[in-house]
């Protein structure tokens, strides 16, 4: 026999024996299974590189990407199915024995799937949405099976601005905690500003200027939010509430002040308060002194005596 037919045998015979071990023993399913998953990964990376250069609008790059991962998982639990099906029984053993145990040690990442079921068809929130999860307040940029993204808002930074913060916030803080949605169903919030008014002024005018400016600048919400707050009412049992923009008067101790209440996008406030604040600066401003606005005032109603002593020597 020729060295090269022996080479060639013994090429086969390793090769046959080594599928056979995958194909037949325990822990060669396991190592078989682990090559899937590698390959798995890889191709699902590759395709979601392809897609991030390819796909322009960013809605539709976010659910390609997920549409790969769940084909990703879908390939991976297909294959696995394959590779123990025939020892389905012993799989069933096996992870009976463990069971127990992986229960205790992964609680967390269990109520963390089951958060995230919760979140895909309770209507917890969406992509997109605005939200307060675990004392994080910030727009959810992203939903895995684990962990929910959030881009923060706030903190050092003033108003409904983001900060720069990337926080992800595990799924099972929607079972322990409130879950605030500032953009769900009602994608609008109500807001005030208080504006100091001197004693002294036309009441009656300064109501009328902040009335007007309320009116002004917020109209162009007042109809989308009205079709909203329809829906909302149909939906759940809430009572009726007053969406136009409403101008209310208090006596403090140093100036009259006026509330204005209106109806805005979530993510509107600040750019709103801005409008608000500089339209009320101009009409105060023409009033020509009839309307001023109030700062913080000392009277002082008396002083101390005070007597020197004098010694003589």
């Known amino acids: 026999m020729s060295p090269s037919k022996t080479a060639s045998g013994y090429h ?8 056979k071990w995958l194909a037949t023993d325990p822990y060669g399913r396991l190592a078989l299974l682990g090559i899937v998953l590698v390959l798995v990964v890889i191709a699902v990376r590759a395709l979601q590189a392809v897609a991030n250069r390819r796909i322009l609008d960013r809605d539709a790059r976010y659910r390609t990407r997920k549409l790969i991962s769940g084909l990703g998982y879908f390939s991976l639990a297909a294959a696995a199915l394959a590779i123990f099906g ?22 967390e990442v269990i109520a963390s799937i089951a958060g995230y079921v919760a979140v895909s068809f309770g ?35 003033e108003g409904d601005l983001y900060n720069g913060r990337i926080v992800r916030v595990a799924n099972s803080f929607v079972f322990k905690e409130p879950v605030f949605n500032y953009s769900g169903d009602f994608p609008f919030v109500w807001d005030e500003i208080k504006i100091p008014v001197r004693f002294g002024s036309d009441a009656k005018l300064a109501r009328q200027i902040f009335q ?14 009205l079709s909203k707050w329809h829906e909302v009412q149909r939906k759940y049992s809430v009572e009726d509430a ?5 101008v209310t008067l208090k006596v403090t101790d140093n100036w009259i002040e006026y509330t204005a209440r209106y109806v805005v996008p979530f993510d509107r406030r600040r750019t709103v308060r801005d409008r608000l604040h500089t339209a009320i600066l101009e009409e105060v401003n023409a009033s ?26």
């Open 242 to 246: 007053r969406l136009e923009p409403a």
């Open 12 to 19: 086969e015979a390793v090769n046959s024996s080594a599928w």
């Open 288 to 313: 020509n002194g009839r309307v001023q606005l109030g700062s913080t005032t000392i009277e002082i109603v008396a002083f101390p005596e005070t007597g020197s002593r004098s010694t003589s020597t």
């Open 212 to 225: 007007s400016v309320a009116d002004e600048v917020c109209q162009e919400y007042l109809e989308p939010s």
């Open 86 to 107: 025939p020892k389905m029984s012993d799989v069933a053993v096996a992870a009976g024995i463990a069971s127990a145990g992986l229960a205790f040690a992964l609680q």
């Open 123 to 157: 209507g917890f929130y969406r992509i997109g949405d605005r939200v307060q999860l675990g004392g994080i307040r910030g727009d959810v940029i992203d939903i895995s099976v684990l962990r929910t993204t959030l881009m923060e808002l706030g903190e050092w930074v």
